[in-house]
Nanobody, 124 residues
């Protein structure tokens, strides 16, 4: 599985961005996917996850009500719509994929495939 993340950039507090992750290499019906982020000097944290086939989702408490994870079947693309952005949302955002379409995992070591990351900077 190859993952290509894009859509990061510089935005002011309260602004919005939509990240995309193009997926290639295999069918995704048996996979789940997630978004993680890593702030400078900090560990990689879970943001959101989705079961590709069912569409069930899970979010970190810090982004609930502001971020939405979704996928486009036809385009094999994962999205993360980020609204009401805060400076603490700044970091490199990674998309990831894992085999298994039953449980929504938040641990990064559960995911075997990773994109290259896209930088999101929220200015105060």
């Amino acid at each position: 599985v190859q993952l290509q993340a894009s859509g990061g950039g510089l935005v002011q507090t309260g602004g919005s961005l939509r990240l995309s992750c193009a997926v290639s290499g295999r069918t995704l019906n048996s996979n789940s996917m997630g978004w993680f982020r890593q702030a400078p000097g900090k560990e990689r944290d879970f943001v959101a996850a989705i079961l590709w086939r069912r569409g069930s989702t899970r979010y970190a408490d810090s982004v609930k009500g502001r971020f939405t994870i979704s996928r486009d079947y036809a385009k094999d693309t994962l999205y993360l719509q980020m609204n009401s952005l805060k400076p603490e949302d700044t970091g490199v955002y990674y998309c990831a994929s894992r085999q298994g379409n039953t449980w929504l995992k938040s641990e990064s070591n559960e995911y075997g495939y990773w994109g290259q990351g896209t930088l999101v900077t929220v200015s105060s």
